[in-house]
């Protein structure tokens, strides 16, 4: 229903009156102009109303049912992270730092809530100094020992891995383990450790 708000009368409303009532004057002193206009002034004082509308909420925004997911869910393993050394599994040289020599394998971590459009995702690093002696080299990657790609490597460098897993590689609620391999490794003359590649990140991204 609509609402009418009467405006009472303003200065312009009574100024406006009055320049009408002068015109009407001026040009006719007949009963019937003053009827008209009575009529006219009847308008201007009206011209106070208008409808307003009553409350008023915007649509509810909502997404497309295909793809649909109430939050983009990561898990993702830093190595700058306080919490990082919980999801280790193994390989990893030192205890701290935001990024983290690892042995030839390295393995993580990872609890999820679901196993839908999951993809695996890792940033690493290959040195200059340990690939003038290793050259190119073979990495593999995997979750919970399902292979996700064989990748080749000819020059060392900041590297980016991206790649969609399979729904059933991933049971929801329970521990998936991420796991990532070179096939071989730099060995440091001076105390003998095993060195592989420096790991900066690694988990599992939501599409």
Known sequence: MATFRVLRNSPAQRSLARTVLAGFLERSGTAPALCRLSILFGVVLLSGCQSL??????????????????YRIHKIVDMGEPDANQHIVTGIVGDKGPWRWTNKRVEVR???RTNQMLRYVIDFSIVDATFKDTGPLEFSFDVNGHVVDH?????????????????DWVQPGKDAILGAEVDKVWVSPADHQPLGFILTRMGLLQE
């Open 53 to 70: 509308p009553g409350p008023y909420a915007p649509p509810e925004q909502r997404q497309p049912f295909e793809n649909f997911a109430p």
């Open 151 to 167: 990748m080749r490597y000819t020059s060392p460098g900041s590297e980016h891995f991206e790649k969609p897993i399979p729904e």
């Open 110 to 112: 990872v609890f999820l």
